[in-house]
């Protein structure tokens, strides 16, 4: 069976063109794999419109806000209300829409005083309909599947994209394939795929592996692929960063942090800053910089053994499953984000993440573990003098904290590293630890509890 065009009909593309992130070609049409017909890398969306008639910054502010009135589908999106830098739709009602965006701004204070900079702020994408960032790309790409008369969309997952994917898709009126790596995914975001109507297939294999059959399967079957290879889902993902800007008056942070997994979202990031600062939407890009978990640390290995020249693939392994991921499809692009913003990239512990996470959830927000690598990292860029005392802070959370619950209930159990190298280690992260009490059903008994909690905060703060 020949597998479907993407520029079948339906899809407009006359102010769009896909191009090779490496040989530069461009073309109006796209493979199912979305890899450059000439030199087999991935492709990107441009607009080359831009160049003659490019949006004027005041023009496109001032309708954004008045968006925010409207009642409008589109409107109502945190992702079409800015489509104007986005692949033109035919009709407002093609888009398929769950009112993805609109993701709060939080402040940090207490996380602020812990990493040591004046003022700190989260974007937090667990806020999404599904519950992770994946949704601000998915609604577009989802759009374009469907545009291009595609009945079946699939994708690989680490339970994210599975999920969001999974909703898209039936809110679309289509069908859903999702490759998932047996028992090194959360139950939690498994249950969304099965809940949402996707056929789940747990493959034993990891993340990288179901990638790399997705990328076969494709070529033979009318499927269409919706991991951030695909740049209409990269697309979506840089409203975020709009979004964000137009939250800071358009005034931008010094620095934005991001998580690094398969490398799809800091590079949308990138490229929204990127396209926003040609704009003159923001009159100087705040550095970009990526942080990696210990164990699945292939972008830092990349930068550090080949100089960004080559991908250093790992066999990855973190408690954060969200970027266990040892083989990012993005790596180049990621590359280029991060020399064009002066970005850096790190990795940290284990049990910095757990430790980041928790001091996150004694904030009251709240985040699954991959999110919190961007505070273990921000503390360790702090501390090498990357950010300066004085810089402001914007920490990207990627997903929700009821994504893993498994993790937080072993953390605050103490069980999260027993038998572990990281055991001994961690030993001083009990403070941080709230485990469940069982008490008799006796009021002296929660009383006494009551007094005992009371006196704890108070002995940590005479201490301070």
Same mark, same amino acid.
């Given at each position: +069976?020949?597998? %479907?065009?993407?520029?079948?009909?339906?899809?407009?593309?006359?102010?769009?063109?896909?191009?090779?992130?490496? !040989?530069?070609?461009?073309?109006? @049409?796209?493979?199912?794999?979305? @890899?450059?017909?000439?030199?087999?890398?991935?492709?990107?969306?441009?607009?080359?419109?831009?160049? #003659?008639?490019?949006?004027?910054?005041?023009?496109?502010?001032?309708?954004?806000?008045?968006? @925010?009135?409207?009642?409008?589908?589109?409107?109502?999106?945190?992702?079409?209300?800015?489509?104007? %830098?986005?692949?033109?739709?035919?009709?407002?009602?093609?888009?398929?829409?769950?009112? #993805?965006?609109?993701?709060? *701004?939080? /402040? %940090?204070?207490?996380?602020?005083?812990?990493?040591?900079?004046?003022?700190?702020?989260?974007?937090?994408? =667990?806020?999404?309909?599904?519950? &992770?960032?994946?949704?601000?790309? +998915?609604?577009?790409?989802?759009?374009?599947?469907?545009?291009?008369?595609?009945?079946?969309?699939? !994708?690989? &997952?680490?339970?994210?994209? &599975?999920?969001? +994917?999974?909703?898209?898709?039936?809110?679309?009126?289509?069908?859903? *394939?999702?490759?998932? $790596? /047996?028992?090194?995914?959360?139950?939690?975001?498994?249950?969304?795929?099965?809940?949402?109507?996707?056929?789940?297939?747990?493959?034993?294999?990891?993340?990288?592996?179901?990638?790399?059959?997705?990328?076969?399967?494709?070529?033979?079957?009318?499927?269409?692929?919706?991991?951030?290879?695909?740049?209409?889902?990269?697309?979506?993902?840089?409203?975020?960063?709009? /979004?964000?800007? /137009?939250?800071?008056?358009?005034?931008? $942070?010094?620095?934005?942090?991001?998580?690094?997994?398969? *490398?799809?979202?800091?590079?949308?990031?990138?490229?929204?800053?990127?396209? +926003?600062?040609?704009?003159?939407?923001? &009159?100087?890009?705040?550095?970009?910089?990526?942080?990696?978990?210990?164990?699945?640390?292939?972008?830092?290995?990349?930068?550090?053994?080949?100089?960004?020249?080559?991908?250093?693939?790992?066999?990855?392994?973190?408690?954060?499953?969200?970027?266990?991921?040892?083989?990012?499809?993005?790596?180049?692009?990621?590359?280029?984000?991060?020399?064009?913003?002066?970005?850096? !990239?790190?990795?940290?512990?284990?049990?910095?993440?757990?430790?980041?996470?928790?001091?996150? =959830?004694?904030?009251?927000?709240? !985040?699954?573990?991959?999110?919190?690598?961007?505070?273990?990292?921000?503390?360790?860029?702090?501390?090498?003098?990357?950010?300066?005392?004085?810089?402001?802070?914007?920490?990207?959370?990627?997903?929700?904290?009821?994504?893993?619950?498994?993790?937080?209930?072993?953390?605050? @159990?103490?069980?999260?590293?027993?038998?572990?190298?990281?055991?001994?280690?961690?030993?001083?992260?009990?403070?941080?630890?709230? $485990?469940?009490?069982? %008490?008799?059903?006796?009021?002296?008994?929660?009383?006494?509890?009551? #007094?005992?909690?009371?006196?704890?905060?108070?002995?940590?703060?005479?201490?301070?």
């Amino acid at each position: +069976m020949p597998p %479907l065009s993407t520029s079948a009909p339906g899809v407009r593309q006359a102010d769009f063109r896909f191009r090779c992130i490496a !040989c530069g070609d461009l073309s109006d @049409r796209a493979s199912q794999d979305f @890899r450059c017909s000439h030199c087999g890398d991935l492709l990107e969306i441009t607009y080359p419109l831009w160049k #003659e008639s490019a949006p004027e910054a005041q023009t496109l502010r001032a309708t954004w806000r008045q968006r @925010r009135l409207s009642q409008s589908a589109v409107d109502l999106s945190g992702v079409w209300r800015f489509r104007d %830098l986005l692949p033109t739709l035919a009709s407002d009602d093609q888009a398929i829409t769950l009112r #993805e965006g609109n993701t709060p *701004l939080y /402040e %940090l204070p207490q996380c602020s005083r812990i990493a040591g900079v004046p003022r700190l702020f989260a974007k937090h994408q =667990g806020l999404n309909p599904t519950g &992770s960032f994946k949704d601000a790309g +998915m609604t577009v790409a989802a759009t374009f599947a469907r545009l291009a008369g595609f009945r079946w969309v699939a !994708c690989a &997952s680490t339970g994210n994209t &599975s999920a969001s +994917m999974a909703a898209y898709a039936a809110r679309g009126n289509m069908r859903s *394939l999702v490759l998932v $790596p /047996e028992g090194k995914i959360s139950w939690s975001k498994l249950s969304q795929a099965l809940d949402y109507g996707a056929v789940t297939c747990q493959l034993r294999t990891d993340f990288d592996g179901c990638l790399r059959l997705l990328q076969q399967l494709v070529l033979r079957a009318p499927v269409y692929q919706l991991n951030s290879l695909n740049p209409f889902r990269l697309e979506g993902q840089k409203t975020l960063a709009l /979004e964000l800007l /137009e939250q800071l008056d358009w005034q931008p $942070p010094d620095h934005i942090i991001v998580p690094g997994g398969n *490398l799809g979202n800091s590079s949308a990031i990138g490229k929204a800053l990127l396209e +926003m600062h040609s704009l003159g939407l923001i &009159s100087r890009l705040p550095k970009l910089s990526i942080i990696q978990a210990e164990g699945a640390n292939a972008l830092v290995r990349t930068l550090r053994e080949a100089g960004g020249k080559r991908l250093v693939s790992v066999q990855a392994e973190t408690r954060a499953t969200a970027i266990r991921i040892g083989n990012p499809a993005s790596w180049k692009k990621a590359v280029h984000v991060l020399e064009a913003t002066g970005g850096a !990239c790190a990795q940290v512990t284990e049990a910095e993440i757990a430790q980041a996470k928790a001091e996150i =959830g004694a904030e009251g927000i709240g !985040c699954e573990p991959a999110s919190a690598v961007t505070l273990a990292g921000l503390k360790m860029l702090v501390k090498l003098g990357f950010v300066k005392p004085e810089e402001n802070v914007v920490l990207i959370l990627t997903g929700n904290l009821l994504k893993d619950p498994d993790f937080t209930m072993e953390f605050h @159990r103490g069980d999260l590293f027993k038998d572990t190298a990281d055991e001994s280690a961690t030993a001083d992260l009990n403070s941080l630890r709230r $485990p469940p009490i069982v %008490l008799d059903a006796t009021l002296d008994a929660v009383i006494r509890t009551l #007094e005992q909690a009371e006196k704890q905060p108070a002995e940590k703060g005479q201490a301070e």
